[in-house]
């Protein structure tokens, strides 16, 4: 598992930059809009990830199936037949969001959106117009430059968003900052992208086969909306049933920490490329050996923060979204609890033995049962009820991929799932918790105290590990090795 734990390891250290960013970047957000404003700017997030589920009709993803390096004059083809189709696909976009915008403001009953829905669907539009772009640097195998287009321009929208609120522009210039970043992004990367091509008159006259990838991605696109329905439902009820400064309130109590984009992702990424040809070999011991390995050591790391979160979760957020978003807690401890499916590997073993659709019923079937229950419990417990609902449905979810599991690999739920440490490791948390809690409560408040508490907390908690025998001698090597590492690295800019 090392080698596969250090590829894991490089994704990791480059999502770590990405999502840290967009992580804090709510934060700065809720310091410079009213909660109204606030609200309505999470209400057209919202409205982006719909329409990037839907609109970009999975050719992204296809890409990685058609490329293929051994032949120039396809690629070139494919290259121009992708582009084109996503620029089409950023025009339907814009006039969709234009022309929808009576739908959309009645659909939410938010007249502040009516000025703003035509300008953030031109920006929508390029975002979605230049989105194959990464797909096609990592089918060439040019990750670095994936990483790094991606690391820059998260900094540079970072920066061209927060410029127009410094300049007390207010939310319109948050909105028209999205298009500047938009069309810049757009303008680099079909650059980057097709410059190389020239002449473009062979790829323009090769035979394209738009029908084919049409043929593959569709079904990929409808997967992701029905998975995007799934998991944005909740949201989308408060957003229509309640006021804009309510949907602030829960769009921050719902804020997801992205240990699954983070680490969760990457060990999934490593372990989609080195399934396969195990399931061809027939070793599927190793397959199971590599499932209860992988589960492991994000159990190393999900579960201390899950109890850490839960049990700072008032400190968390009054901290970082000041108190103004106190009632965001009870949202964000509901959540929280989402936090231990990111430890588990499971949605990726059905592709990896060709069953593809399973993915498609499982994520259709919880969907069906999310709708339902969320209207349910909404009526029940009112603005509670979409949260507890997706969560329930969430661990519903991760129940039926783990039925399968079982099933296509023939192991046993303690080969599968590491128990023992599940249990050592919650008890350290535990622990770990309390000593902080009584140690710190009361001295330390605002951001230190929260740092300090998280600092004590993790130092019991490693203690504690070692104290229990939680970490193998593969840990502790892996961890010397990119200790080592990053410590170079650093030498090396300090010198």
């Known amino acids: 598992m090392s080698s596969l734990a250090d590829k894991a390891g490089i994704l990791v250290a480059s999502n770590l930059v990405k999502y840290a960013v967009g992580f804090v970047m709510p934060m700065v957000l809720v310091r410079m809009l009213s909660r109204s404003d606030y609200g309505t700017y999470q209400q ?15 050719l992204p993803s296809s890409v990685y199936y058609f490329y293929d390096r051994t032949n120039k004059l396809r690629d070139k083809a494919l290259t121009l037949q992708t582009s084109m189709m996503m620029a089409i696909s950023g025009v339907v976009t814009m006039a969709a969001v234009v022309f929808g915008a009576p739908l959309i403001v009645g659909l939410t009953k938010n007249a502040a959106l009516a000025p703003l829905l035509g300008w953030y669907g031109t920006a929508l539009g390029l975002l979605i117009a230049g989105e194959h772009f990464v797909q096609f640097m990592i089918a060439q195998d040019r990750y670095r430059v994936a990483v790094f287009v991606e690391t820059s321009e998260t900094v540079v929208r970072v920066m061209i968003l927060v410029l127009p609120l410094l300049a007390g522009h207010g939310l319109m210039g948050l909105v028209l900052a999205n298009i500047a970043y938009a069309a810049l992004r757009f303008a680099l990367r079909s650059a980057w992208l097709l410059v190389p091509l020239r002449p473009l008159g062979e790829g323009l006259r090769a035979p394209w086969n738009y029908k084919a990838q049409l043929a593959y991605s569709v079904p990929l696109c409808l997967m992701s909306v029905v998975a995007v329905i799934g998991s944005m439902l909740d949201r989308a009820i408060v957003a229509t049933r309640f006021t804009p400064a309510d949907y602030a309130i829960y769009s921050v109590g719902a804020l ?5 984009s983070i680490f969760q992702a990457s060990v999934a990424t490593v372990l989609r490329a080195a399934l396969p040809s195990l399931i061809r070999a027939a070793r599927h011991d190793e397959v199971v050996r590599l499932m209860h390995e992988g589960v492991r050591k994000l159990s190393l790391i999900v579960l201390p923060c899950f109890v850490f979160l839960l049990a700072y979760s008032h400190e968390f957020i009054t901290t970082l979204f000041t108190t103004e ?8 401890r509901i959540y929280v609890f989402l936090m231990p499916l990111n430890m588990f590997l ?5 592709p990896s033995y060709g069953r593809t659709k399973i993915n498609l019923q499982v994520v259709a079937v919880v969907t069906a049962i999310h709708i339902v229950l969320s209207f349910v419990l909404l009526h029940w417990i009112g603005f509670y009820g979409p949260a507890v609902s997706a969560i329930s449905t969430a661990y519903l979810l991760s129940l039926f991929y783990f039925v399968y599991a079982r099933r296509l690999t023939g192991g046993t739920v303690p080969q599968l799932l590491p128990l023992k440490t599940f249990a050592k490791v919650l008890c350290a948390a535990g622990v770990a918790a309390a000593a902080s809690k009584a140690v710190f409560s009361g001295l330390l408040h ?8 998280g600092a004590g907390y993790s130092v019991v908690f490693v203690l504690m590990c070692f104290a229990l025998r939680v970490f193998s001698d593969a840990d502790r090597a892996l961890a010397r090795r990119w200790i080592a590492r990053v410590t170079g690295g650093l030498r090396r800019f300090a010198g």
Not at 325 to 332: A, G, I, L, P, Q
Not at 446 to 451: A, D, E, H, I, T
């Open 446 to 453: 605002g951001l230190p105290g929260l740092v300090a508490c």
């Open 256 to 260: 997801e920490i992205p240990l699954d």
């Open 346 to 350: 499971l949605s990726p073993i059905p």
């Open 44 to 58: 057209l997030a919202l409205l982006a990830t719909f329409a990037t589920a839907i609109l970009t009709l999975g």
């Open 325 to 332: 978003y106190e009632r965001s807690v009870s949202v964000f």
